[in-house]
C-alpha cells in the first residue's frame, strides 16, 4: 500500500488508498510523531473527499492519538489489546538451528500456520512471498525442530488487514491479538521480526479442532427500545452513547474473563468458559448500561457450541438468544441448564416460569438472575 505523506503545519498523516480501493482511504499519524489535532483530521477528510474517497479508516491509535479522529467524527470500531509480559526467569527452550527463511520452506511454513494458527492468524502465499522478499536480510526465519518448521519472523511495523476493513499496525515493543480473518505485510523496507504464539487468547491451551465442539456458556445483550432512544436523541448522540455503552460493557468483558464474539448492533455476543462468571458479567453489564441511563437484556445459555475462526455457531447459540428474547427491562434470564451449573456458587436466581422459544422444541424453564 502506498502512502503519502501530508503535512498541516506541525501535523503529519500519512494517507492513501485502502488495500487498492478507490472509495475507501486509509489515514494514519506517524509512529514518532504528535497526536493530530482536530482541525488537521477533518482537513485531511476534505483532501480525501475532493480525491474521491468515500470512507476513512485508521491505524491502530492510543488514547491521546484517536482523541483528535473522534472529535472529527470518526467513530470507534475495535480495541486493540497491547499486553506485557517479563521474559526474565522463563524456562529454557530445547536448542534450535536458526536460519533464514526460503522458498523451499514454504509449504511447510503454510501448513504449520495453517494447523497451529487457524484461529487467530493467517498467512497466505503472497504474504509469504514478500517475507522473502522485501528486505536483503529477509523478516522470515525458520526454526527446524524435530516436531518440524515453526514460524518466527523483534522491529519494524506489521500492517494488518482485517476482513471488515478495520486496519492497525503493529509497531515494535508491541503485544498483540488479532482475530481470524486477515491478512498482513510490512510497512516500510524494515523487517518485522515477532515471536508469535497461538494466541494470547488460547495459550497454555490445547489445540481445538475447528470443527470441535466445546462446552461454553453464551450470553447475548440488547439495548431496550433502541431505535425509540436513536429517535428521541439524534443519530450524533446517539453514537457517542453506544459508544460509552459499548466501551463499559466490554470492560466488564475483560473482568470476568469473556470473550466478545461479535457485537449485534446494540448489543453483544460473548461466550465464557464459566457459566458463573457469565451470570456475574451479564449482572455487572447490566448494571454498567443502568448507570449510563440505559436498559439492557441479557441471555444466559450454557451448551455445547463450534468455534470457526472467531466465530461460534450451534445451538446453544440459538438458544441464548432465544432466552434473552423473553427477558425484560434491566433483567438477566438464566437457562435451566446453566441454572444447574450455579449450585454452589452464591448467585441468586427466582424462577422465571416456563416459556416456549422459538426454533426450539417444548417449553424451557427461565431463571431470573438477581444480583
Known amino acids: 500500500m502506498s502512502l503519502d505523506l501530508v503535512r498541516w503545519g506541525t501535523d ?4 492513501g ?9 486509509y489515514i494514519a499519524p506517524l509512529a ?28 491502530a491509535l492510543g488514547p491521546a492519538e484517536s482523541r483528535g479522529f473522534i472529535e472529527a467524527g470518526f467513530d470507534v470500531r475495535e480495541r486493540l489489546h497491547l499486553l506485557a509480559h517479563d521474559l526474565h526467569d522463563l524456562a529454557p527452550v530445547p536448542p534450535s538451528e536458526l536460519r533464514r527463511g526460503r522458498r523451499s520452506d514454504r ?23 514478500e517475507a522473502l522478499g522485501a528486505t536483503p536480510s529477509s523478516r ?73 465442539r466445546v462446552l461454553a456458556t453464551v450470553v447475548f445483550t440488547d439495548i431496550v427500545e433502541s ?15 453506544l459508544i460509552a455503552h459499548n466501551e463499559r460493557l466490554r470492560d466488564d468483558l475483560n473482568v470476568f474473563r469473556g470473550r466478545e464474539v461479535t457485537t449485534t448492533g446494540d448489543g453483544f455476543l460473548a461466550v465464557f468458559d464459566s457459566a458463573s462468571r457469565a451470570v456475574e458479567c451479564a449482572n455487572a453489564m447490566s448494571s454498567s448500561a443502568q448507570a449510563m441511563g440505559l436498559q439492557i437484556r ?7 457450541v463450534e468455534f470457526v475462526g472467531s466465530n461460534v455457531r ?3 447459540v440459538h438458544a441464548a438468544l432465544r432466552v434473552m428474547s423473553q427477558a425484560g427491562p434491566n433483567e438477566v434470564l438464566v437457562s435451566s441448564t446453566t441454572a444447574d451449573l450455579l449450585e454452589g456458587a452464591g448467585l441468586r436466581l427466582t424462577d422465571a416460569g416456563s416459556h416456549k422459544l422459538k426454533g426450539l422444541g417444548g417449553e424451557r424453564r427461565l431463571f431470573r438472575s438477581v444480583a
Open 12 to 15: 503529519r498523516l500519512r494517507v
Open 314 to 316: 450451534g445451538v446453544a
Open 107 to 129: 509449504p511447510a511454513a503454510l501448513v504449520v500456520d495453517g494447523r497451529s494458527f487457524d484461529a487467530f492468524w493467517r498467512l497466505d502465499d503472497s504474504g509469504f512471498e
Open 32 to 59: 514518532d510523531g504528535a497526536p493530530a489535532a482536530t482541525d488537521a483530521v477533518r482537513r485531511c477528510c476534505t483532501v480525501l473527499g475532493e480525491r474521491g474517497y468515500e470512507t476513512a479508516i485508521t491505524a
Open 17 to 25: 488508498s485502502w488495500r487498492g480501493d478507490s472509495r475507501t482511504a
Open 140 to 212: 522470515f526465519r525458520v526454526a527446524t525442530r524435530d516436531e518440524g518448521v515453526v514460524g518466527y519472523a523483534i522491529s519494524g511495523v506489521m500492517h494488518i488487514a482485517m476482513d471488515d476493513g478495520l486496519s492497525v499496525d503493529i509497531p515494535a515493543g508491541s503485544a498483540f491479538d488479532i482475530p481470524a480473518g486477515h491478512d498482513a505485510w510490512v510497512v516500510g523496507r524494515a523487517p518485522w521480526v515477532a515471536v508469535v504464539w497461538n494466541s494470547l487468547r488460547s495459550y497454555a491451551l490445547p489445540p481445538i479442532n475447528p470443527a470441535e
Open 298 to 304: 441479557v441471555g444466559v445459555h450454557t451448551g455445547e
Open 227 to 241: 431505535t425509540a432512544t436513536l429517535e428521541r436523541i439524534g443519530d450524533a448522540a446517539w453514537r457517542d452513547l
